[in-house]
């Protein structure tokens, strides 16, 4: 049972570029979401779904597009990369978005992307 | 939007001793859930302990336990017996029945052997 899958775990951009983070989950939850990890500033939300074809934005959202084609996967794309995307990016899901099923989020490992 | 505060950045434990940290939130929710996630160098999130909003009860898993006070919505995580393992960066999270997790910014644990 593989739980959340990121990939890459690392990568580094030249401002400008543009990359897609993968991220897919084999447990059939409804709810994916993407955060981004900054020194003193926790996790915010950047992107989040409550099931395939359904996407909406959290705190963060510009300079990010997401989209769900299938309920396993939820890539997170940078469409022009800027210095001020150097973070650490998380995936996570949950089996729903609303009541005793959305309590719990699992993570992925995390993507470390530097843009310089 | 319903925010989380942990007023510690970092906090120091000797080994074998016990450690408090401090969590608040607002929100004008009833029904909704507190967490503990730990963070270790490896970087993986992991969930520590939870607590539903509607339990009285504190929730305690092994050596942590809550301190859960709805009324003054505070949620702080005791840590006994202290470990070296236990070092790692700690996020308080909250989340309602109709909303998305929101994180604390984190208290960095030190264990000292």
């Known amino acids: 049972n593989a739980g959340v899958t990121q990939t890459p775990k690392f990568q580094v951009l030249k401002t400008g570029q543009s990359m897609t983070l993968q991220c897919a989950q084999d447990?059939?939850?409804?709810?994916m979401s993407w955060y981004r990890q900054d020194p003193g500033m926790g996790l915010r939300l950047i992107h989040y779904?409550?099931?395939?074809?359904?996407?909406d934005q959290g705190e963060v959202p510009n300079g990010y597009n997401v989209s769900r084609s299938t309920t396993e996967d939820f890539p997170l794309r940078l469409l022009s990369a800027a210095p001020s995307q150097t973070s650490v990016y998380f995936c996570?899901?949950?089996?729903?978005?609303?009541?005793?099923?959305?309590?719990?989020?699992?993570f992925g490992a995390g993507s470390r992307l530097t843009v310089l | 939007a319903q925010t989380v505060t942990q007023s510690q950045p970092e906090m120091s434990v000797q080994e074998a001793e016990t450690v408090t940290l401090s969590c608040t939130y607002d929100?004008?929710?009833?029904?909704?859930?507190l967490f503990w996630y730990k963070q270790p160098p490896s970087r993986q999130m992991i969930l520590v302990i939870r607590?539903?909003?509607?339990?009285?009860q504190n929730a305690t898993e092994n050596r942590f336990s809550v301190n859960f006070q709805k009324a003054a919505k505070s949620f702080s995580l005791k840590i006994s017996d202290s470990q070296l393992g236990d070092a790692a960066m700690y996020f308080c999270?909250?989340?309602?029945?109709?909303?998305?997790?929101?994180f604390g910014a984190g208290t960095r644990l030190t264990v000292k052997p």
């Open positions: 996570a899901s949950s089996y729903s978005f609303v009541g005793t099923g959305a309590n719990v989020l699992t």
């Open positions: 447990m059939n939850h409804e709810y």
């Open positions: 779904s409550v099931g395939a074809g359904i996407t």
């Open positions: 929100t004008s929710e009833s029904d909704y859930y």
């Open positions: 607590q539903e909003a509607y339990k009285q």
């Open positions: 999270a909250y989340r309602s029945v109709r909303e998305d997790m929101r």
